[in-house]
């Protein structure tokens, strides 16, 4: 299948590289050239505009930084320059609003189009088992599923337009909620006297396991490695939490859902992003805790 992929960041990148180790043959197009050399490096070939790497392909994949170039790049460069009838999947992290938007010009202008916002991170996208939450018709997630699946581990149909996003901010916010709850009870347990190895192998096999604490060990030397083994370098920065965060916030003003925990979360990371610390993983809000 030939397939375009545009935006080849931290995530994109691995996502593309992982589509021509499938045999697809990838148009990549970013506006990096650093971006755009690594993924030529990885077999992709490199264009230097949208409107060329998606003319004459039967797919067109986007990891876009938000809801607004994601709009505008559908809109501008994709509808009406890819063939009628090509299948589009959005794989950022985008508000609810602007999903449905999109996926509904793209329906009058004869695409499918699915929103796939993943879970999973950069080890993920490179190692090729991020999870996938597709919102669309069946018959477009039927088209995505086979070029989603080359990609991830796991591909959840979670309903129509939208849904994707909505399952991966639902998600996000549970997640940020759970790593702070993680994070202020290591701090607790070490001012108490425990060892913290001693309390991760307790808490792990006990009613406090979560995956924030056996899988993302906010600890460095304790657990599994994460990123808190690496200066909480890499990982899933504190700067994308809070745009999860903030999306997730948005939604739940929209139909007024209830979520003090989801808002304290959201002032918590706020915070620490204002301390400078937005390139950080997220685990290291425990830095904040312990102060």
Known sequence: MKIAFIGLGNMGGGMAANLV????????????????????????TPFTSVREAVAGVDAVVSMLPNGKIVESVFEADVMGHAPEGSVLLDCSTIDVGTARKVTAHAT??????????VSGGIAAANGGTLTFM?????????????????????????????????????????LGASMIATCETFAMAEKLGLDLQTFFDISSKASGQN?????????????????????YQGG??????????????????????????????????????????????FSAIIQSLKD
């Open 108 to 117: 009058t202008a004869g695409y499918a189009m699915v929103d796939a916002p």
């Open 211 to 231: 995956w924030s604490m056996t899988s993302y060990c906010p600890v460095p030397g304790v657990g599994p490695m994460t990123p808190a083994d690496n200066a």
């Open 236 to 281: 899933f920065a504190t700067a994308l939490m809070l745009k999860d965060l903030n999306l997730a916030m948005e939604a739940a003003h929209s139909v007024n859902a209830d979520v003090p925990m989801g808002e304290r979360a959201a002032e918590l990371y706020r915070a620490f992003d204002a301390e400078g610390k937005g390139g950080l993983d």
């Open 134 to 174: 597709v919102g669309g018709t069946d018959a477009a997630f039927a088209r995505a599923e086979p070029i989603l699946a080359a990609m991830g581990k796991a591909v959840i149909h979670a309903g129509a337009s939208g849904a994707g996003q909505a399952a991966k901010i639902c998600n996000n916010m549970l």
């Open 21 to 44: 180790k499938a045999g697809h043959d990838v148009n990549a197009f970013d506006l990096s050239a650093e971006a755009l050399s690594r993924a030529q490096e990885s077999g992709c």
